[in-house]
């Protein structure tokens, strides 16, 4: 059974900083692609950023680049979401989804069979 478990969610000011975890397990890591959705009230789920765990590239959302970093650590299955100079907009419940199938379509949510529960970040002015 897959079981995609985040944590690292809370709450900040502007401008701070969190860290997301994804840990994955009952699932073959290696070779596909791991992402970072969010969704807002109101709002549709967005692809955030992504990684191929097979090789390392990455891709993000023009709204997050040069704040967000997704990274991987292979041996404990786990990715991570640093999150940089935080808005008010950053507000929303983010999602770990795993199994993805291609880099090039890799922030479409339709990519993806697996997801954790989400976690809440929630950025004051």
């Known amino acids: 059974q897959v079981q995609l478990v985040e944590s690292g969610g809370g709450s900040v000011q502007a401008g701070g900083s969190l860290r997301l975890s994804c840990a994955a397990s009952?699932?073959?890591?290696?070779?596909?692609?791991m992402g970072w959705f969010r969704q807002a009230p109101g709002k549709e789920r967005e692809g955030v950023a992504a990684?191929?765990?097979?090789?390392?590239?990455?891709v993000y959302a023009d709204s997050v680049k040069g704040r967000f970093t997704i990274s991987q650590d292979n041996a404990k299955n786990t990715v991570y979401l640093q999150m940089n100079s935080l808005k008010p907009e950053d507000t929303a419940v983010y999602y770990c989804?795993?199994?993805?199938?291609?880099?090039?379509?890799?922030?479409?949510?339709?990519?993806?069979?697996?997801w954790g529960q989400g976690t809440q970040v929630t950025v004051s002015s």
């Open positions: 989804a795993a199994d993805g199938r291609t880099v090039v379509a890799a922030l479409n949510e339709y990519e993806y069979n697996y």
């Open positions: 009952g699932y073959t890591y290696s070779s596909s692609c």
């Open positions: 990684i191929y765990t097979g090789g390392g590239r990455t």
